[in-house]
């Protein structure tokens, strides 16, 4: 139990040894220092799963998660467990806020950022669904594109198709009517097309010779017809028209598993939306509450600190910290006399010297000269 509690003392940037002496104050600082660790947890779950999502389909994707989540989770310990330690408790109530407002900023940005892959984890489910949703509706507007791309590049060869099979349709039916017609005339069944003469005749002749030029018009037509058909075919493998195809629901289901980070995250905004375009207002506060939940979370430290009254602790800290302030400026005014001292004394030792040698100069000088 002791080891857990002086665990969190240190997440809590407590100083352990002046702490122990306030016994009044020991809980205060394990509940700081456990909300340390547990937000950095949170934060180290939350990066290691937007990190398996950027390497997803690696083969070393759990091992890359693992390792950035951890230092994720280390880098925001080592942030909370500084922005508490370094709010005291010296000044007025406004002073301390506005002196924790930038930790407050950096707590609330952390918040939203570990928020978020966990809010991924939390609706897999509706993002899946949201995802297949959009993959299908993009696959269905690309299709949509080519065809009209295909129909406005061949619009004249498509009318021509068109006119041919309209030409063939016709003549079908001219065909059908003149060979009825040729039959009436050979079986003598008297109309206001035909003779009424059995046998054949002129009248029948005439009749087969109009057939068989409507049938070689529609051979004509048929094998034209089919050329084009042939060439428009191959114009649509051209263009993708016949390799493109509506996504199946397995082909769907495997395309939203190896979605990634940013399709996610813009699923998730989606489904704050309904079809209409209106606010989901449901989804919407599901999804708010969970952020707001990780902000208030990682905020929490700071207001611990901030709402708790000054204790001993925070007294003993400060005159500690005067204490230690006191003595730098003590030991500052010692370097400098020593400093002086020791320049005051090289100064006289360099005068010396150079009195000696300017002395020793002038001697040898005095003696070599000559009066002569």
């Known amino acids: 139990m002791k080891k857990v509690t002086r665990f969190f003392w240190f997440c809590s940037g407590a100083h352990i040894d002046t702490l122990k002496k306030y016994p009044i104050e020991h809980n205060k600082y394990v509940g700081i ?10 934060a180290a779950l939350s990066g290691g799963y937007a990190m398996y999502f950027v390497f997803n389909g690696d083969a070393f ?12 989770g280390t880098a925001i310990f080592n942030m909370d467990r500084y922005i508490v330690s370094s709010i005291n408790k010296e000044g007025t109530t406004n002073q301390q806020i506005l002196q924790a407002s930038p930790r407050i900023l950096l707590a609330i940005m952390i918040g939203i950022v570990i928020s978020r892959p966990l809010e991924l984890k939390i ?32 619009a004249m060869e498509l009318g021509k198709n068109t006119d041919l099979k309209k030409e063939k349709d016709s003549l079908e039916r001219d065909i059908n009517r003149s060979r009825y017609q040729l039959n009436q005339e050979v079986f003598g069944d008297k109309t206001n097309q035909t003779s009424g003469i059995t046998g054949y005749g002129t009248y029948a002749k005439q009749k ?39 996504f199946t629901e397995h082909q769907l289901d495997s395309l939203a598993s190896i979605a990634g980070f940013s399709d996610r995250n813009w699923a998730l905004g989606q489904l704050t939306y309904t079809e209409n375009g209106k606010r989901d207002l449901d989804t919407y506060l599901a999804i708010s509450f969970i952020g707001y939940l990780f902000i208030l979370f990682e905020c929490l430290p700071v207001f611990v600190k901030l709402m708790s009254p ?13 204490a230690n302030i006191h003595l730098a400026e003590r030991d500052k005014e010692r370097d400098i006399a020593v400093t002086d001292n020791i320049y005051d004394h090289n100064l006289d ?23 002569e």
């Open 310 to 322: 000054k204790g001993p602790y925070d007294t003993a800290i400060a005159k500690t910290a005067e």
């Open 33 to 42: 220092g456990a909300t340390i660790f547990f937000t950095a947890t949170f």
């Open 61 to 72: 994707a759990v091992g890359f998660a693992i390792l950035f989540g951890l230092l994720w």
């Open 208 to 246: 087969q010779a109009i057939l068989e030029e409507k049938e070689a018009r529609l051979k004509s037509v048929t094998d034209n017809l089919g050329q084009m058909d042939q060439y428009l075919s191959a114009r649509k493998d051209y263009e993708g028209l016949n390799s493109t195809r509506l």
């Open 123 to 154: 609706f897999d489910k509706e993002i899946r669904q949201k995802l297949k949703t959009a993959y299908l509706k993009g696959q269905r507007s690309k299709i949509d594109t080519l065809e009209k791309t295909y129909m406005q590049k061949y």
């Open 349 to 371: 030792t360099d005068i010396e010297r150079r009195k000696k040698i300017i002395t020793s100069q002038s001697d040898y000088d005095f003696e070599r000269h000559s009066y």
